[in-house]
């Protein structure tokens, strides 16, 4: 069995929130600050994306949207695919799809005793387990921290993911975030949080995000992806 939990919002600053997140049980506009709570098991198509749409212009939660629903659908039709071939579609429909503005995006799918993760941009995905957390994804940015890939308007970049795979064995949880997650925070804060046992203490989290030196300046999604064992019957 496997829980998902997310929490999305908008932040003390962005006048909008441009996160966006799958699956979700009720639509965006409506979403932020609401917390989702999944559980899935081997029957279901176990997987996470997460999407930041760039840096509040116009167009970025637009871009963010289009890209998680069609990773979403593209995902949907593709379940008994390799895994590493599903992500490496997804992206390619994600940009496809997203016509006006950009976004960064990272998917982990969890196939067989391991997580697939593939992502472009600055959203990272972190694994945590035994008390310790580490990224086990590479931000796609120059020196001065701008972008130098993404997915959408002005993509002349290769926008193929990189995709990677790690052990996902009972006790281990994935977890992405967007920037305005990691960002307010140490490395080290954060990867106390994220590695807590019985799960991460999502109301103290935001508190310490908004409580840090340079506060809730962005938008922040946090989706967690733990892998419980199997059902407790009763």
């Known amino acids: 069995m ?8 908008k932040g ?4 909008e929130n441009q996160d966006n997140f799958w699956p979700r049980s009720v639509p965006k506009q409506i979403r932020d600050d609401e917390l989702e709570h ?16 760039i840096g509040g212009h116009p167009g970025g939660g637009e871009a963010a949207e289009r890209a998680i629903e069609a990773v979403a659908a593209a995902l949907e039709g593709s379940r008994r695919s390799d895994p590493d071939a599903r992500i490496r579609q997804a992206f390619a429909a994600a940009q496809q799809a997203v ?4 976004t960064t995006l990272i998917v982990g799918i969890v196939d067989r005793g391991f997580v697939h993760v593939g992502s472009i941009g600055d959203s990272r995905a972190y694994l945590a387990a035994d008390g310790s957390a580490c990224q086990v994804t590479i931000d796609d ?5 701008y972008l130098t890939k993404w997915i959408g308007e002005g993509a002349r970049q290769d926008f193929r993911p990189r995709v ?6 009972v006790g281990t949880r994935l977890v992405l975030a967007s920037d305005g997650v990691f960002g307010p925070l ?32 962005d938008n922040f999604t ?12 009763g």
């Open 2 to 9: 496997y829980t998902l939990v997310a929490l999305s919002r």
């Open 12 to 15: 003390a600053v962005r006048a």
């Open 38 to 53: 999944f559980l899935l098991t081997e029957s279901d198509d176990v997987c996470a994306v997460l999407a930041d749409g």
């Open 99 to 102: 016509i006006v503005g950009g």
């Open 141 to 145: 940015e120059d020196s001065l921290g």
């Open 164 to 169: 990677t795979a790690h052990p996902f064995p």
């Open 186 to 217: 140490s490395e080290a804060v954060l990867g106390e949080f994220l590695a807590m046992p019985g799960g991460i203490p999502l109301s103290r989290l935001v508190d310490a995000i908004y409580g840090s030196p340079l506060g809730a300046y």
């Open 222 to 233: 946090i989706v967690s992806l733990e892998n419980m064992g199997e059902t407790i019957a």
